[in-house]
Each structure stands twice: as C-alpha cells, then as structure tokens.
C-alpha cells in the first residue's frame, strides 16, 4: 500500500482552447481583454454616457417594457396618492442614480424627479467637494530617517453612476489609496526633500490617486502634506547636512504660514553656513546682552536710515508698515519703505496700502533689529503679528543683516 508513490493530480493545460458556459457568448469569452478585473466590466460604458446595454436579450426587452408599462399605468391611475411616492426633489448638488429592474438608468436631477416604485431602486451621490485627513504615519525615507507624515485631501464626485457601481464604500476605499499612495511615493524620497518639497509631492500624490480613482467618478482637487515630528534622523549623505527644524514646545504638526515661515529661515541659514553640521537653537533673549539695543525706537530708525540704498530697494521691494505699543499702553505707528527710489524711514502711516503690517511692542521690535530676537521665535510665540505676504515679511531679513554689520 506504501510502495507506490504520489502522483500528481491532471492539471489543467493554459494552452488549450477553452469554452464558454450556456449563458455566455463564445465571441465575446474569446476576447483579448475579457478579464479586466474591475467591478463594472460587466454594465454599460457610462465613463462615456453610453447607458446601452447590448447585454439584454429580445426576450428581456420586452418582459422590462411590458412590466414598466403596467407600473406607470398604475401610477397614473392613483396618481393623487402615489404622487407623493414617486416624485422625489433632487437639489443642485445631488444626484439620483436608479437602478430599473436591476439594470443602471442615467443619473437623474436636479429638481422634480419621477421614481417608479417596486421597480426602482435609487440612491443620492452628493456631489459637492469633501475633505478628510490621513492621520500621521511613520514613513521610512531613502535615506534612513523615519518621519510622522499624514496629509489633508479634498475630493470630490464627477460621475455619480461609476461612484456607485464601481466601489462598494466610496469614502473608505479613497481613505485606503490615498495612505498607501502616501507612504509609496515619499518611501522614495529623503527627509530633507519632504520638508523643502511639501507642495510639489503634495501635487504628485494627488496625480497618483487621480489615476486609481478614476474609474470611481472620483477626483481629489488637493493634498496638502502635513509634517510631524522626526522619529529617527537621515545618515548623512553625499548631499550634506539635514537642516532641522528647531525643537520648540508645541511647533510639531504647525502648518500654513507659520510652517513656511520656518521653512524660509531654516534654509536661508543652511545655504548661508553648510560647513556647519547642525544648527543649534538658543533663547535669543537671554544669549543676547541688552547693552547693544538702542534706548529708543527713534534712535533705531536713525540706523535704519544710514543703510537705505537702491541696491536695498531692488532687493526688498515692498513697504512695511509698523504697529508698536509700548509698556505705558500707547500706540506709535511707523513706516519703512523699500519699494521705490533709495527708501524712506519716517514716524507715522504711509500715503498707500502697505505690503505688509508687522504689530509688536517696541523693546521686541528693537530686540530683532539687532539680532537679539528672532522673527521666527516671536512669530511662533505670538508675539509678533504678521498681516499680508509671509514671503514678503521675510524680506526684511536683508534689512536686518546691514545693521547687524
């Protein structure tokens, strides 16, 4: 009984011709592209609006045309009580999509829709723009590093009938593609390119999950990447090295205008210093002696005024408007013009809409002239207020680094 070995069971030969079953075409079974895979190879071509459904028989045309025409007979008969039944409101920014005997119907709305029942079958696809966010996650980049990336994603639905046959649960299968097209595509790059790059992946992300979600009705309008902290720095590449953001209580997870503050600053300072390998942060404040502020605002925009230059003007080219308070409660207003000519420095408000409106008190305002304090730090501690352009308030850098010489 144990002298005769296995054999292998007959396996089906890939090679030889194959037969349809009763109930399918033997032309369309021999086709190329037959298997595809998706959910809705099998209805009409509605990517197109073409609801034709060659797949129907005579025999099943006719039982669905003597079937719909019995019920609409029936509704019309108790037309005063099924009207309020059959007659749905589709609003605007909805769609119905019906389902008559099981077979797709071209989507229906806005306004006074008419329903047949028992035979209909209808669902509404909102079709305004919705947004959801990934959740952080932890990303191993190409260079060793690990860092927490999530991102926010608005979308929105541009073909109601695909929406609802091709996928089962719209919201979670977009969810599902949208984080593993995340981790995919910045698994490739470095963390130094995710951090000065953050707008551009995040519209090739959104490129990437266009192409998958496609098929579904579906397109994302924005991706917007969301940085968090770094849970395990790069190995320092031929590149040279990573300039990381400062180590500020609460500043993970920051985006807007404060994160692209901080991004503006940390590159000028690695393109200005890349012999150095890390940067360190320090509280400005205390490392900084108070015998070098001047006494008075005044006496400050004295300075201002000997360094003020076309060649200043060319560089900066906008007009900052100064809002200061004082520690007795008053308000002074002053201007620094660099949009025109050589500049101009005065107490007061300028004839014109300025570029951007900077408030702060005046011993922070002389504190960042002369180097004591950082726009960055006392942007994120809220005690600068920046009203206009964040690229244009950044300018001023080149104000500040003449009087620092």
């Not at 200061?324 to 004839?351: E, K, N, P």
């Amino acid at each position: 009984m144990f002298s005769k070995s296995y054999q292998l069971l007959p396996q089906r030969d890939s090679t030889a011709p194959r037969t349809p079953g009763l109930f399918v075409d033997s032309n369309s079974f021999t086709q190329r592209s037959y298997h595809k895979g998706l959910s809705f190879d099998y209805i009409p071509n509605v990517s197109e609006n073409d609801f034709t459904d060659t797949s129907q028989g005579w025999l099943s045309w006719i039982c669905n045309l003597v079937v719909v025409f019995l019920v609409y007979i029936c509704t019309f008969i108790t037309f005063p009580i099924s009207g309020w039944f059959v007659l749905k409101t589709v609003p605007n920014y909805q769609r119905i999509v019906v389902f008559r005997l099981g077979r797709i119907c071209p989507p229906k709305g806005p306004g006074i829709v008419l329903v047949l029942p028992l035979i209909d079958q209808w669902q509404k696809v909102d079709l305004r723009t919705r947004a959801f966010n990934i959740p952080p996650c932890q990303v191993t980049t190409q260079d060793g590093g690990m860092l927490s990336v999530g991102a926010d994603i608005q979308f929105r639905i541009w073909n109601p009938v695909m929406s609802v046959v091709s996928v089962q649960d719209l919201n979670a299968s977009t969810r599902m593609t949208a984080q593993n097209a995340l981790t995919h595509s910045l698994v490739k790059k470095t963390v130094r390119e995710i951090q000065t790059e953050k707008v551009k992946l995040g519209e090739y992300l959104r490129v990437d999950i266009n192409e998958m979600t496609q098929p579904w009705g579906l397109e994302v309008d924005r991706v917007e990447l969301t940085l968090g902290s770094l849970l395990k720095a790069p190995e320092e590449g031929p590149s040279g090295p990573l300039i990381m953001p400062p180590s500020v209580p609460g500043l993970e997870g920051l985006t807007g205008p404060i994160q692209q503050l901080a991004m503006h600053f940390l590159s000028h300072s690695g393109s200005s210093q890349p012999q150095q390998d890390s940067i360190t942060f320090t509280d400005e404040l205390s490392s900084v002696p108070q015998a070098i502020i001047p006494s008075s605002v005044e006496e400050l925009l004295t300075g201002v005024q000997l360094v003020l230059s076309e060649t200043l003007v060319c560089r900066v080219g906008a007009c900052f408007q100064f809002d200061i308070s004082s520690g007795d409660g008053q308000h002074h207003s002053y201007y620094v013009d660099l949009s025109q000519g050589s500049g101009a420095v005065g107490v007061g408000s300028l004839c014109r809409e300025p570029d951007v409106t900077l408030s702060m008190s005046d011993s922070d305002l002389l504190a960042m002239f002369q180097g004591g304090l950082r726009p960055f730090a006392a942007y994120t501690s809220g005690r600068l207020k920046i009203q206009g352009d964040i690229k244009t308030a950044m300018k001023l850098e080149e104000l500040i680094k003449l009087l620092k010489r």
